[in-house]
C-alpha cells in the first residue's frame, strides 16, 4: 500500500531539515541559500499557505531546492492561489526571479498549473490532504506527468500576463523598498 500524504510530509520535513511540522511552531522561518539558512518573519498567513504548500511539493514531484522551489511558484501561480496571499507574495516574487534562471522550466511547470488544480482553492482541509495517498491526491488534482506541455496560444498569453504582474509586483514589493531600508540605515547610523 502506498504511504499517505502525512507520513510522506513527515519524511520531506526529515530530508529537508523543516523540523516535525515543517517549521509551523516556529515564529520565524528559514530559506536556504547556498550553504546557510535566511530567517525569514513566519506569520499566521504564510503558515496557512506552508501546509498546502508542502503538500504540493509532494504531488507535483518538485524538490525544496532552488530547482524546486522555481517549479512550484511557476505552478501555484498557474494553478491559482486564491485568498492565500502569502503564497502570492513568494511566488510572484520566484515566479519574476525564475523567468530568468530556468526560463523553459518556469514556463512549462506554469503551464501544467494552468491545467491543474490545488489545495489552495479550499478543496479539501489539511488533515483531509494528509490522509490520502499521493497518487488518490494527484489524480483528484488532476496533476499530469511533466513533459511536453504543446501550450495553446491562450496559455502563452496567460504566461505574459503573470509574468509581467510578477515584474511589477517585485518591484513594487522587494526593489522599490530597498532604498528606502538603505536610507533609513544610513540616518540610523548618523
Known amino acids: 500500500m502506498e504511504q499517505t500524504v502525512g507520513a510522506a510530509l513527515e519524511e520531506y520535513f526529515e530530508k529537508y531539515g523543516l523540523g516535525k511540522d515543517g517549521g509551523l511552531d516556529k515564529a520565524w522561518g528559514k530559506v536556504k541559500v547556498g550553504n546557510f539558512y535566511i530567517p525569514i518573519p513566519n506569520p499566521d498567513s504564510r503558515k496557512r499557505a506552508l501546509v498546502f504548500h ?6 507535483t514531484g518538485y524538490s525544496a531546492e532552488w530547482k524546486g522551489e522555481f517549479s512550484i511558484s511557476a505552478w501555484e501561480v498557474g494553478s491559482g492561489c486564491t485568498d492565500f496571499y502569502a503564497a502570492w507574495v513568494l511566488d510572484l516574487g520566484l515566479l519574476a526571479l525564475g523567468i530568468w534562471v530556468y526560463p ?4 512549462n511547470e506554469f503551464v501544467r498549473g494552468l491545467r491543474s488544480r490545488n ?11 494528509k490522509s490520502k495517498t499521493i497518487a488518490e491526491l494527484r489524480d483528484f488534482l488532476e496533476i499530469k506527468s511533466p513533459g511536453n506541455e504543446n501550450p495553446t496560444t491562450a496559455e502563452k498569453l496567460q504566461f505574459v500576463k503573470w509574468w509581467f504582474i510578477s515584474w511589477v509586483f517585485s518591484f513594487i514589493f522587494f526593489l522599490l523598498p530597498l532604498p528606502l531600508i538603505g536610507f533609513a540605515v544610513w540616518w540610523l547610523l548618523q
Open 104 to 107: 523553459k522550466l518556469v514556463f
Open 54 to 59: 508542502d503538500i504540493h511539493h509532494l504531488v
Open 119 to 129: 489545495l489552495y482553492h479550499h478543496l479539501l482541509t489539511p488533515q483531509e490532504a
